[in-house]
T-cell receptor, first 112, second 112 residues
Framework: DVKVTQSSRYLVKRTGEKVFLECVQD?????MFWYRQDPGLGLRLIYF???????EKGDIPEGYSVSREKKERFSLILESASTNQTSMYLC???????????FGQGTRLTVV | GQQLNQSPQSMFIQEGEDVSMNCTSSSIFNTWLWYKQDPGEGPVLLIA???AGELTSNGRLTAQFGITRKDSFLNISASIPSDVGIYFCAGQLRDSNYQLIWGAGTKLIIKP
């Protein structure tokens, strides 16, 4: 069974903290994605990666960075967390960019 | 960025009713995907469509890739309580080689 695993279901962080969200997939997929989900706005792409050490900005990259040192792992970094980054964060992977994406269970991040 | 118009935004229905939702765009798509998200979880793929005119069923769910390639619909027949959740459409643009474009979601609520 295919699996995308996010390291935390819930996180509470303070404003200004550096935050790491980790995602691991076991499907040997080339492509990995980070989305944030807010009510009424659907899924918005933050960053994606189509290969190790490669990354591309999505629609809302400001305030975020990513790291892909190994094929199976894609990390999202909030350099200095702010309250407007309180959201649900979803990681996904796919065999090719336009094909079905498999999602992790999500990380609900609260910045106080 | 590109937009998908997904409607309705939410639906309140009685158990046993049929449900219909759709996504439209002014752009042409190569792929349409329909996902369901249960509360507190990541989205899970329901149906994938790769050809204009394609009609695909998955149990009580039926989805179609519009002939114009600019729209898709999802129908759920004889709704049951576990159908509650948020349904998302996603598509890959014809002239794009990467990432999916997402609708804002349709929230399905079943009245007791």
């Amino acid at each position: 069974d295919v699996k995308v695993t996010q390291s935390s279901r819930y996180l509470v962080k303070r404003t200004g903290e550096k935050v790491f969200l980790e995602c691991v997939q076991d499907m040997d997929h080339e492509n990995m994605f980070w989305y944030r989900q807010d009510p009424g706005l659907g899924l918005r792409l933050i960053y994606f990666s189509y290969d190790v050490k490669m990354k591309e900005k999505g629609d809302i990259p400001e305030g975020y960075s990513v790291s892909r040192e190994k094929k199976e792992r894609f990390s999202l970094i909030l350099e200095s967390a702010s309250t407007n980054q309180t959201s649900m964060y979803l990681c996904a992977s796919s065999l090719s960019p336009g094909r079905q994406a498999f999602f992790g269970q999500g990380t609900r991040l609260t910045v106080v | 960025g590109q937009q998908l118009n997904q409607s309705p935004q939410s639906m309140f229905i009685q158990e046993g009713e049929d449900v219909s939702m759709n996504c439209t765009s002014s752009s042409i798509f190569n792929t349409w995907l329909w996902y369901k998200q249960d509360p507190g979880e990541g989205p899970v793929l329901l149906i994938a469509l790769y050809k204009a005119g394609e009609l695909t069923s998955n149990g009580r769910l039926t989805a179609q890739f519009g002939i114009t390639r600019k729209d898709s619909f999802l129908n759920i027949s004889a709704s049951i309580p576990s159908d509650v959740g948020i349904y998302f459409c996603a598509g890959q643009l014809r002239d794009s080689n990467y990432q999916l474009i997402w609708g804002a979601g349709t929230k399905l609520i079943i009245k007791p």
